[in-house]
């Protein structure tokens, strides 16, 4: 059994959400981590900021484009900076937030549907 | 050796045994599963302050249905397009993200001990939320003066209500901000304190995730 393996025996196999994985608390190695994230997300901002305002792309299109960016950097801020991981040590943590984003989907798409649907069904109001 | 020291060598590894119970193994004294397989209090705490972060988000995601549902409803007054600057957009995105950033500096500092990366960390934190916080509160106020108040239309109740309840979220982090550094300062880097950076850095982080979904969806597509 390896060095890391024990450190993370030590943990018990889990990490706080937030926390480096096991074995991966070496300073300049989580700065790096951090920097990386912070020009992913700057970006990912950047792009977003420049489509919303351009000619350059089909107009329609742009909506989608902002929502699909918008769920890119989330993701990039959940990996590097909250440290969300694949790893064994992180089931736990994905399954409380894949249970948030349940609940959050269910209010979101489940409020704009009852809504758009019942404005449908609505008698004009003479504006 | 004592049953009680073959118990706390076997400990560790009883990782996975759920209930602690080994079968094959037989001959392991009960205290040892208490010890090896209760998770950290670091780990408890963490995850505990995860899920009142996620319930945070599902509130959250309740404000977001409102304002999807209520934006077109202007009652005849201004429209987003009429009022939203994206330049402070865009200054008050960078100010959260590099507070995000060195907020994690500070988070590596403290659990290495580095009082000049934790203290140097949290300072750039507070400036840049301070300076997110001093933009946002400056609209605000300009929109009201112009009649664009919360009570001009439900379009404005309901972005007055959403960017308005992450702006409080952003003063509560930064007086939470202020109190783990005086908390360090006066005792030191010990483990509950270590948790509570803990916790607050999970905190900012995500008050900048909420701030990525409020600028897509107010700022960029009220705008566009």
């Known amino acids: ?127 | 050796m004592t049953a009680f020291e073959a118990g706390a060598g076997y400990g560790g590894q009883n990782r996975g045994g759920g209930a602690g119970i080994t079968f094959g193994g037989g001959s392991e004294p009960l205290v040892s599963h208490a010890d090896g397989t209760l998770a950290s209090r670091r780990i408890i705490v963490g995850y505990g302050f995860w899920i009142f972060l996620l319930s945070d988000i599902v509130m959250f995601s309740a404000f977001f249905a409102t304002y999807a549902v209520l934006s077109g409803e202007t009652a005849g007054g201004p429209s987003g397009k009429d009022l939203f600057n994206l330049t402070n957009v865009a200054i008050e995105t960078a100010c959260l993200l590099i507070s995000s950033f060195t907020c994690g500096i500070a988070t590596i500092g403290a659990r290495a001990r580095q009082a000049l990366m934790y203290y140097g960390g949290m300072a750039a934190t507070f400036v840049f939320g301070a300076g997110f916080l001093f933009i946002e509160i400056h609209e605000f106020v300009g929109m009201i003066a112009q009649g664009a108040g919360p009570s001009r239309s439900a379009f404005l109740s309901a972005f007055f209500t959403l960017v308005g309840c992450h702006g409080v979220h952003v003063t509560l982090g930064l007086l939470w901000l202020l109190t783990m550094v005086a908390q360090v300062f006066a005792k030191g880097y010990r483990p509950d304190i270590l948790r509570r950076v803990l916790c607050f850095g999970l905190f900012w982080h995500t008050l900048d995730i909420i701030w990525v979904a409020i600028f897509t969806v107010v700022y960029l597509l009220g705008a566009g």
């Not at chain 1, 991981?85 to 943590?93: K, Q, R, V």
């Open chain 1, 1 to 127: 059994m390896s060095q890391t393996d024990q450190e993370a025996i030590l943990d018990h196999g889990d990490a706080a959400p937030g926390d480096e994985p096991a074995g991966r608390h070496e300073v300049v190695e989580g700065v790096l981590g951090y920097l990386v994230g912070l020009f992913l997300a700057a970006f990912i901002t950047a792009v977003a900021f420049f489509i919303a305002g351009t000619n350059l792309v089909w107009g329609p299109s742009i909506p989608l484009a902002l929502v699909v960016l918008a769920i890119a950097q989330i993701g990039v801020h959940l990996v590097f900076f909250i440290h969300i991981t694949t790893g064994p040590d992180n089931a736990n943590n994905v399954l409380a937030l894949a249970f948030g984003v349940l609940i959050v989907m269910l209010i979101l798409v489940g409020s704009l549907w009852i809504m758009t649907t019942l404005s449908q069904n609505m008698a004009p109001m003479g504006m």
